[in-house]
C-alpha cells in the first residue's frame, strides 16, 4: 500500500511499527500499517498495511536509519514553521511544505522500514498536529522523539557492544514502553508494538538477542556484519559460503600446478645433476666443465621460466616442452661415448 505525502486528510487510527521476532527461524518480521489493519495483517494475514517484510533477524538493527547530519530534525523544523501560515493547504504553506513531502517520499522509498515508519509518522503527527493547541511545539516534541534514535545510533553500532553516545535529555514519554500483541492467543507469537519511538524497539531486540545468545559478527568474506547463531559462524549467507569453498578449490589447485612444476623441474634438475656426475667419474675434466657452465645456464633459465608459469604469464606444457629440449641438450653435451656407462 502506498502512501500519499501530499494529501490533507489524515489517516484513520494511528501508524504502529510491530515487530515479531523468531528465535527458531532467526527472523524478525516487520508490519507497518495503521493499528487495526496491522493487527488483521498477523491475525489472518488480511489488512491494507504499507510493509510486511520478513528478514533475517538482526536486520533492523544492522540496516537502521542513521541521521548525521541531522536531516530529519531539519525537515521537522519546516514543516513547524509551515505551521505559522494562515491555511494548511493554502499555496504558501504547500511551498514550505513540499521539499519536505520529497524528502518523507524518497525515505519511504528507500525501504530501510525504520525510515519508512519515520516517513509515514512524520506526516501523520503534521497533519494532526495541526488543529491541536500549541500545535508547533507539540509537533517539534513528537518528531524530536520520533528521529532521536537516528543520531543514537548514528556513530556507534550497540549490536557490536558499543554504548549509545549521552543524550542531553532524559528519557521521554513513550520512549520506554511498548505495546505486546498476542495476534493468534499463542505466548509463543508476541508482537512488539511502538507508535512513538524506537529506542524500547531497539533495546528489545538487544534484549532478545542477547538472551538467545546470538552474536554479531563480521563475515570473513564480505565484512559485513550479521547475526550468528555463534562464535562459530563466520560467514554471512550462502552466497559467501560458495565464495569461501570457490577460494579453497583455486587455492589447493594453484598449490597442486605448484607442485606439479617443482616436481617436474626437480626430475629435470637430477637428470642434468647425475650426468655431471657421470662425466666428473668418468674423468674428462674438460667436458665436466664445459658441462657444468651450461647446467649453470640451464639453472638460471629454468628458475625464470618456473616463475614465469607460477604467475600465470607461460603455460605448463611450454615449461615442460623446454625441459625435455634442455634434457636432449644436456645428452649432446655429455657425448655418446659417456651416456651409456
Ligand atoms: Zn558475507
Redesign the pocket.
Known amino acids: 500500500m502506498d502512501y500519499d505525502f501530499t494529501t490533507g486528510e489524515r489517516g484513520f487510527g494511528r501508524v504502529v511499527f510491530a515487530l515479531a521476532l523468531d528465535k527458531k527461524r532467526m527472523t524478525e518480521r516487520v508490519v507497518i500499517g495503521e493499528t487495526q489493519e496491522t493487527r488483521r495483517r498477523f491475525e489472518n494475514g488480511g489488512g491494507d498495511v504499507f510493509y510486511d517484510e520478513t528478514r533475517p533477524l538482526g536486520s533492523l538493527l544492522l540496516g537502521f536509519e542513521s541521521d548525521k547530519d541531522g536531516e530529519w530534525n531539519k525537515h521537522g523544523m519546516t514543516l513547524r514553521e509551515s505551521y505559522g501560515k494562515a491555511f494548511l493547504f493554502d499555496a504558501e504553506r504547500w511551498k514550505t511544505a513540499a521539499p519536505v513531502s520529497d524528502f518523507l517520499r524518497r525515505k519511504y522509498e528507500s525501504g530501510e522500514p525504520s525510515a519508512m515508519f519515520a516517513a509515514v509518522k512524520t506526516w501523520e503527527e503534521y497533519l494532526n498536529c495541526f488543529n491541536l493547541n500549541h500545535g508547533a511545539d507539540l509537533l517539534t516534541d513528537r518528531l524530536s522523539t520520533l528521529y532521536r534514535p537516528f543520531a543514537v545510533y548514528a556513530d556507534c553500532r550497540p549490536w557490536r557492544g558499543e554504548s549509545a553516545v549521552a543524550t542531553d535529555s532524559a528519557i521521554r514519554d513513550g520512549e520506554s514502553s511498548v505495546e505486546l500483541w498476542y495476534p493468534v492467543r499463542k505466548r509463543s507469537f508476541e508482537v512488539v508494538v511502538t507508535a512513538s519511538s524506537f529506542l524500547p524497539i531497539v533495546a528489545c531486540c538487544l534484549h532478545k538477542i542477547d538472551e538467545w545468545k546470538f552474536i554479531f559478527r563480521e ?1 570473513k ?2 565484512g ?1 556484519d550479521f547475526l550468528a547463531r555463534s562464535r562459530h559462524y563466520e ?3 550462502d552466497e ?1 559460503r560458495k565464495a569461501r569453498a570457490a577460494a579453497a578449490k583455486r587455492e589447493f589447485d594453484e598449490r597442486a600446478k605448484n607442485d606439479g612444476i617443482e616436481r617436474l623441474d626437480e626430475a629435470a634438475y637430477y637428470y642434468w645433476y647425475n650426468r655431471l656426475r657421470k662425466l666428473r667419474k668418468a674423468a674428462d675434466p674438460e667436458r665436466a666443465a664445459a658441462f657444468k657452465a651450461a647446467f649453470d645456464d640451464f639453472r638460471a633459465e629454468a628458475v625464470r621460466r618456473k616463475a614465469a608459469v607460477k604467475r600465470g604469464d607461460t603455460k605448463f606444457t611450454e615449461f615442460a616442452n623446454w625441459l625435455a629440449e634442455q634434457r636432449d641438450e644436456s645428452d649432446r653435451l655429455v657425448g655418446e661415448q659417456h651416456l651409456y656407462f
Open positions: 563475515c568474506i564480505c559485513k560467514l554471512c549467507s559467501c
